[in-house]
């Protein structure tokens, strides 16, 4: 089944520092890629997806581009800020008769300190 | 303001003791979702509903139940909870179709099962 593997955390960076975020899948088919973020004691909102190979997301700094030949997605921002402490899930769309589901990876908490 | 609200936000309770989570979304969506989220684990689908009337299982059904009589609401019901159902729990609404629409996402509701 479809499965999406993303870094062990938690990671814990300095404010400017650069962030990597490491996400794998495995589906069948062309799924569409997703990353949501999970800021303390709210909701999960989508903060950028793709949906076809050599794609790239992008929104408030942060970039991710689906990767075919590697099965990535991984996320990334150049210059950190404290506000981005949060959660972040990659998760995958398969489609089809999966039709609405979300598959999640385990999420990566991330801390930012000034 | 779109929005899905859940309630409620935390609720301790005893093993056996019927509970219901309300879950109601304002933005007209056909697709409606519940998640758990545990640690390490991301979040699973427990039942999702295409529309009205129409309602089917996600990965972790087991002990819960649902249902779909409006538009607008889907209460998850735990008719004799255990405490393997502690966990932290989200509603989802998405428009319908198969396309890698935006799920958006309640505050959640978290559950402790004594």
């Known amino acids: 089944g479809d499965s999406v593997t993303q870094m062990e955390g938690p990671v814990t960076l300095s404010e400017e520092a650069f962030l990597t975020i490491n996400c794998t899948y495995t589906?069948?088919?062309?799924?569409?890629l997703f990353w949501y973020v999970q800021y303390p004691g709210e909701g999960l909102q989508l903060l950028l997806k793709a949906t076809k190979a050599d794609d790239k997301g992008s929104n408030k700094g942060f970039e991710a581009t689906y990767r075919k030949e590697t099965t990535s997605f991984h996320l990334e921002k150049g210059s950190v800020q404290v506000s981005d402490s949060a959660v972040y899930f990659c998760a995958l769309h398969a489609g089809g008769t999966s039709y609405g589901k979300l598959t999640f990876g385990q999420g990566t908490i991330l801390t930012v300190h000034p | 303001e779109a929005q899905v609200t859940q309630n409620p936000r935390y609720l301790i309770t005893v093993t056996g003791k019927k509970l219901t989570v309300t879950c109601s979304q304002n933005?007209?969506?056909?697709?409606m979702s519940w998640y758990r989220q545990d640690p390490g684990l991301g979040l699973r689908q427990i039942y999702y509903?295409?529309?009205?009337?129409?309602?089917d299982k996600g990965d972790v059904p087991e002990g819960y139940k649902v249902s779909r009589k409006e538009k607008r609401n889907f209460p998850l019901i735990l008719e004799s909870p255990s405490p393997n159902q502690t966990s932290l729990y989200f509603c989802?609404?998405?428009?319908?179709?198969?396309?890698?629409?935006?799920?958006?996402f309640g505050p959640g509701t978290r559950l402790t099962v004594t």
């Open positions: 989802a609404s998405r428009r319908s179709g198969t396309g890698p629409y935006e799920q958006y």
């Open positions: 933005m007209n969506h056909e697709y």
């Open positions: 589906a069948t088919g062309y799924p569409s």
């Open positions: 509903s295409m529309n009205v009337e129409v309602t």
